[in-house]
């Protein structure tokens, strides 16, 4: 009689731990998963800069050039939650890969990266942010300066002179 009572108080016990024990598990799985998103999301980041200057070097400096460019870089807009082409900032640089070009004479290397706070200051882009998905937990994280340098090509110019190169819808 005494053993069967003590279990009718203890009942819910199980319920109880599991729902400590299952929050916990819960959160953990759901960490790890978004860790897992997290590295997909840096990874689309690093691709986008490699994208949007590999077409800034054949395309012309000029705002449709530049505009086609960052809009290939982006994916068009379709693989990350509010990622577009405001993001990410081109850089057309001279001889020594640090000065900005004045012109398409002086310009031998295309930067493209993503856009960081002192970007988004000037004008530049917009900071891009990645928001976890974690239970109980609201973290939002800037993204890294993801940046890709190539030399330039032809820059949207035909050797011939027939005109530039179409880049763009």
């Not at 590295?39 to 490699?50: K, M, Q, S």
């Not at 994280?141 to 011939?160: K, M, Y």
Request: net charge negative; proline share 4%; hydrophobic share 45%.
């Amino acid at each position: 009689m005494w053993l069967n009572k003590s279990l009718r108080h203890q009942s819910g016990i199980t319920t109880v731990e599991f729902a400590l024990i299952g929050s916990v598990l819960f959160v953990v799985l759901f960490g790890l998963i978004e860790f897992g998103r997290l590295l997909f999301t840096w990874n689309v980041l690093d691709e986008a800069t490699r994208r949007a200057v590999r077409v800034a070097v054949v395309c012309p400096i000029t705002a449709v050039g530049q505009q086609f460019a960052r809009e290939t870089g982006a994916f068009g807009g379709t693989l990350l939650p509010d990622f577009t082409e405001a993001n990410i900032v081109l850089s057309y640089l001279q001889e020594d890969g640090i000065t900005l070009a004045a012109a398409t004479e002086d310009t031998y290397y295309v930067r493209a990266r993503i856009a960081t706070l002192a970007d988004e200051t000037a004008g530049l882009g917009t900071v891009y942010e990645h928001q976890m998905l974690i239970p109980f937990f609201n973290i939002t994280l800037d993204a890294d300066a993801f940046e890709t340098t190539l030399p330039t090509e032809s820059l949207g110019v035909h050797p011939d002179g027939a005109g530039s190169a179409p880049c763009g819808p």
